[in-house]
């Protein structure tokens, strides 16, 4: 009987010991994302064009910018042989924005919904942002106005990754967020941050 848990227990540890190995390494691999990406925003709050800045101009990497990207053009993408890879949502509402569109932030978060299980049955990788601090989720909100929260809630607990801004987390919302979902997040200080972060995301 003895001989016998000793032959039970060698393996059993070996397996430990694997399994233990492959959640260090699992843990320490970096995060990676596909291009082409298709760059959109819920709530017109203007974020994105950051995004655009930086993948246009500085980095140069496969883009699609589109503030008021639907479903369609993920299918049409497919269709022609040449489909997206990776889709980030900037998340923060602006009345100001959505008001030049002549949209409300139900028709934003109606849009993204329909953008998001889209990309989710394509197998696209979801990454919800939020671009800029707690300024932004507070600028210039009448009472009772709470459309950049309400961007917030449809895009980053659906997403697969999150890329936020410190400062908008002051108060732990997206800190929160991840741990509930098991969401990984990647934080940025400043602007030129931000540019090394979608380098290295995007980098094979």
């Known amino acids: 009987m003895e001989k ?11 397996l430990s010991v694997i399994v233990m190995l492959f959640s260090v390494y699992a843990q320490d691999k970096p995060i990676k994302a596909e291009l082409p990406v ?16 930086f993948l246009k101009n500085r980095l140069k990497l496969d ?12 299918v049409a993408r497919q269709k022609a042989g040449n489909p997206i890879k990776s889709l980030i949502i900037v998340t923060g509402a602006s009345l100001k924005g959505m008001g030049a569109a002549g949209i409300s932030i139900d028709d ?5 919904t329909e953008l998001m299980a889209e990309a989710k049955k394509q197998g696209i990788k979801l990454i919800g942002a939020h671009l800029d601090g707690m300024a932004r ?10 459309s950049d929260e309400l961007s917030i809630d449809a895009i980053c607990p659906e997403s697969a990754l999150l890329i ?29 941050e931000l540019s090394d972060l979608l380098k290295n995301l995007f980098s094979k």
């Open 63 to 74: 883009h699609v910018y589109n503030v008021l990207a639907t479903a369609d053009l993920l």
């Open 108 to 112: 934003e978060i109606a849009r993204s």
């Open 164 to 192: 936020i801004r410190q400062d908008g987390n002051e108060d732990g919302r997206f800190t929160t967020i991840s741990k509930d979902k098991k969401i990984p997040m990647l934080l940025f200080k400043k602007n030129m």
């Open 4 to 14: 016998m848990s000793k032959l039970i227990f060698v393996p059993v540890m070996i």
């Open 137 to 146: 989720r507070a600028q210039g909100a009448a009472i009772g106005d709470n």
């Open 38 to 53: 298709l760059v959109t925003e819920c709530g017109q709050g203007g974020g994105s064009m950051k995004l655009k800045v």
